[in-house]
């Protein structure tokens, strides 16, 4: 285990790109082990650090309740960090899995990176239930009872690619994980299946989850204003239950992704 919090409050949420630069090259070697396990959804971003150090091509797949591909500043967040890893050459493809916010649909869409979406390089999976019949013939949406339908035809095309897999615990429901976020509607048994699907077809050279519950410090105003404007307002449980909810949540996600069961 290392002991990052002193970072903590400079990277959540949002950094400027000279303390992301600073932050690498003070941990790089942290960042390159195959499979990490760090704090809140706020620090999703250093997923995309972690990219650089792997040899290419990969596909990233990616289980989150937000697509993570917002155009606007900053630079360096936790809802733009896909466009990071985009620009990977690395990295041939992104492919999100349950996204469950708005920012899949239309108008808040536009401020997403769709050029990236029509030509291939990424792919959004956003949930459809909720929506008119139209929405479910967006690009990517899936329903509860053909997700899965979905996901295997990943495998047509990824083929023995290598796959990095990120977890963002908000994918979860909210019985399954407590977060800073909103809760998505994957369970667990979802993604012990998932990533057992992708381990059949494909070759998992790395991995990080994210997304357990800490509170919030910052250390910038602005830092702070847009985030605490960005998160929901969420009724949270005790800490102690909280600890057990994401406990009990990766110990069964952990040793799947890191393929140690």
């Not at 990052?4 to 000279?18: D, E």
């Not at 204003?225 to 949540?249: C, G, V």
């Given at each position: 285990m290392i002991d990052?919090?002193?970072?903590?409050?400079?990277?959540?949420?949002?950094?400027?790109?000279?303390?992301?630069?600073?932050?690498?090259?003070?941990?790089?070697?942290?960042?390159?082990?195959?499979?990490?396990?760090?704090?809140?959804?706020?620090?999703?971003?250093?997923?995309?650090?972690?990219?650089?150090?792997?040899?290419g091509p990969i596909v990233l797949v990616s289980f989150d309740n937000h697509p993570d591909w917002d155009l606007r500043p900053p630079k360096w967040g936790c809802g733009g960090w896909v466009n990071r890893a985009l620009e990977l050459p690395n990295v041939s493809r992104v492919s999100v899995w349950g996204c469950g916010n708005f920012e899949c649909w239309w108008p808040h869409q536009i401020f997403g990176n769709r050029r990236a979406e029509r030509a291939g390089a990424l792919d959004v999976h956003p949930w459809a239930d909720d929506h008119p019949a139209k929405d479910r013939e967006r690009r990517g949406a899936i329903l509860r009872d053909n997700w899965r339908e979905h996901f295997e035809q990943l495998f047509e095309t990824v083929g023995r690619k290598n796959v990095y897999v990120t977890i963002d615990l908000d994918c979860l429901n909210a019985s399954e994980a407590v977060t800073n976020w909103e809760a998505g509607r994957f369970t667990i048994a979802d993604l012990e299946w998932a990533v057992g699907k992708l381990r059949e077809s494909s070759q998992i050279i790395g991995g990080d989850i994210c997304g357990a519950y800490s509170p919030p410090n910052y250390a910038?105003?602005?830092?702070?204003?847009?985030?605490?404007?960005?998160?929901?307002?969420?009724?949270?449980?005790?800490?102690?239950?909280?600890?057990?909810?994401?406990?009990?949540?990766?110990?069964?996600?952990?040793p799947l992704l890191t393929g140690t069961l």
């Open positions: 990052a919090r002193s970072w903590g409050p400079r990277l959540r949420f949002s950094a400027p790109p000279r303390l992301v630069t600073e932050f690498y090259r003070e941990n790089e070697a942290i960042l390159a082990s195959p499979f990490l396990l760090y704090g809140s959804g706020d620090f999703h971003f250093l997923t995309a650090l972690r990219l650089r150090r792997i040899a910038r105003f602005k830092q702070r204003f847009a985030a605490e404007f960005d998160h929901p307002k969420t009724q949270l449980p005790a800490a102690d239950q909280i600890r057990s909810i994401n406990f009990a949540a990766l110990e069964r996600l952990w």
